[in-house]
């Protein structure tokens, strides 16, 4: 289990600094590629843009919409320290994998860079995050993490592409449901159904119904993988079932989407801000004929049900009582408004 920054060494902290940097960078970049890139593929193939209903944000949705091609899709695992080969069982890293030359040239989706070099798989090179989106559009995952191949300290790569994430569910529900003290050892010790149950909450636990499909759940799995690590894992998954970013971090679920602000809105949220509505249309919004969009991000907490108890003993599971809770809204500034700052927006749950 990763550790707080206070009970960090020195050299640690550094890279636990650096992580956090690179993380935001990184975000950015998938928010755009993910959302902003989607929408105006759909603008320009006149295709309308499905934005997600409020009751689709909230804890336990189960509903879905039909798959788009339009819309950018990937899974994205960024660990601070380097995967321990035990974990290549179920997060599949392997040479045959890694992001080499030898091996994009198999890849048929991807066209290989007359320019193309080893550094370019390098977080501190200039042209990494144009090089990473090239590779998004190959199936499976990209792990990116701290470089164990390189001499210098806290350098961080694309190390493989084409990851496969190999868990079966069963087990990735055992092993929190005993980390909450619903199980002491097997998933099915209290019977079929309570292990039933406590898959299905697996899903609930990161903020996703058990009918979805094969991405999220491969995304939720890894999640469960990295909390084995004793550094800290995010994982990004670009979902076109229901149109959004989802992050799973050490600070829980977060899902990042677009909606729809009207002039009046606009006018609104504006003086609230104490900005002319021009000013905050060019900071905030993105503009497609008469649409203005924004990335907005819904950011959930666990309950008392999905923590570990305080007196560390077995507890009774009740299905009925929710794992997770919506905790905050914002409303994302645009990639090249660097100098804002994301505000307070609560839409999730407002009156229409």
């Not at 960024?78 to 995967?83: H, V």
């Not at 076109?240 to 679920?253: A, D, L, Q, W």
Request: aromatic share 12%; proline share 4%.
């Amino acid at each position: 289990m990763w550790r707080y920054r206070e009970r960090l060494s020195s050299t640690e902290k550094i890279r636990r600094s650096l992580y956090e940097v690179l993380r935001d960078a990184l975000e950015v970049k998938l928010m755009k590629i993910s959302l902003i890139d989607s929408f105006y593929k759909h603008v320009q193939s006149g295709v309308e843009y499905r934005f997600p209903d409020k009751s689709e944000l909230k804890p336990k949705s189960k509903r879905m919409e039909q798959e788009s091609e339009l819309f950018n899709t990937f899974i994205v695992l960024f660990c601070e320290g380097s995967l321990p080969s035990e974990l290549k069982n179920h997060i599949r890293f392997f040479p045959e994998n890694r992001v080499i030359k030898k091996n994009l040239e198999n890849v048929a989706a991807f066209r290989i860079q007359k320019k193309f070099h080893l550094n370019l798989r390098h977080f501190d090179q200039p042209a990494f995050l144009d090089f990473t989106e090239s590779l998004l559009d190959v199936d499976y995952a990209l792990l990116i993490q701290q470089d164990p191949t390189v001499r210098k300290k806290n350098r961080y790569a694309l190390t493989h592409f084409h990851v496969k994430i190999d868990w079966p569910i069963a087990d990735a529900a055992e092993d929190l449901a005993r980390w909450l003290r619903y199980i002491q050892a097997g998933l099915y010790e209290n019977g079929d159904r309570t292990g039933h149950i406590l898959q299905n909450k697996l899903f609930e636990y990161y903020g996703t119904h058990h009918s979805v499909g094969g991405r999220r759940t491969a995304a939720l799995i890894a999640a469960q993988l990295l909390r084995k690590t004793d550094f800290l894992g995010t994982v990004y998954v670009s979902s076109s079932e229901n149109r959004s970013m989802t992050k799973y971090s050490e600070r829980g679920v977060s899902r990042f989407f677009l909606i729809r602000l009207t002039r009046k809105e606009i006018q609104a949220l504006a003086k609230k801000e104490g900005m002319e509505p021009g000013t905050f249309t060019a900071t905030y919004l993105y503009t497609a004929d008469s649409h203005y969009v924004g990335i907005s991000e819904a950011v959930y907490d666990y309950t008392v049900y999905s923590r570990p108890p305080e007196d560390g003993k077995l507890r009774k599971l009740r299905p009925a009582y929710n794992w997770l809770k919506l905790a905050d809204e914002f409303l994302h500034p645009r990639a090249d408004s660097p100098n804002a700052r994301p505000i307070n927006y609560s839409w999730v749950y407002a009156s229409e």
